[in-house]
């Protein structure tokens, strides 16, 4: 019978290459499981009573959105705008295609009628990028909804 010669180098190779894998893979779900709860935080915005409420009164500007805004209309526009720079914040963490595809719709729609009052909040704030990312997010999401209606200027009117 032969001498086994155990290389005590090889033993605490192997074992980190063991921890190594198990590391990644502990990553991996940990990465996914938060990426799930920011899907879920970012659906329970989306779906928040509140919201709803005021993107259906918002959404009610759709067929004469050139109309001059009522003071109540403005104040509503405005609680929009801000949950939906919230949205549009949380959404920069998943894949847009994903985010157009969810809620590309009401984003586009939102963008055609808040323009306006995004462009005079940012005059009345002097706060030049205020809510750029919904902005970001509206343009792309309306960009790809050519049968959406446009305001009279986009229209060339």
């Known amino acids: 019978m032969g001498v086994i010669c155990f290389e005590w180098s090889t033993f605490w190779s192997a074992v980190s290459a063991i921890a190594t894998a198990v590391g990644a893979a502990v990553v991996f779900l940990v990465r996914r499981q938060l990426r799930f709860e920011g899907w879920l935080k970012a659906q329970e915005v989306f779906t928040e009573d509140e919201f709803t409420r005021s993107r259906g009164q918002l959404f009610a500007r759709l067929?004469?959105?050139?109309r001059p805004w009522t003071d109540d209309e403005k104040r509503n526009?405005?609680?929009v705008c801000?949950?939906?720079?919230e949205l549009?914040?949380?959404?920069?963490?998943?894949?847009?295609?994903?985010?157009l595809r969810e809620w590309g719709d009401p984003l586009a729609k939102a963008w055609?009628?808040?323009?306006?009052?995004?462009?005079?909040e940012r005059i009345t704030s002097n706060w030049k990028d205020k809510w750029h990312a919904?902005?970001?997010?509206?343009?792309e999401a309306?960009?790809?909804?050519?049968?959406?209606p446009r305001r009279s200027v986009e229209r060339g009117a």
């Not at 919904?134 to 343009?139: I, N, Q, S, T, V």
């Not at 960009?143 to 959406?148: A, G, N």
């Open 63 to 66: 067929d004469d959105h050139d």
């Open 77 to 79: 526009g405005l609680k």
């Open 82 to 85: 801000r949950k939906m720079e």
């Open 88 to 99: 549009a914040a949380l959404a920069s963490y998943f894949p847009k295609k994903t985010i």
């Open 112 to 120: 055609v009628l808040l323009e306006p009052l995004v462009r005079e």
């Open 134 to 139: 919904f902005e970001k997010l509206g343009k």
């Open 142 to 148: 309306l960009h790809k909804r050519p049968h959406l």
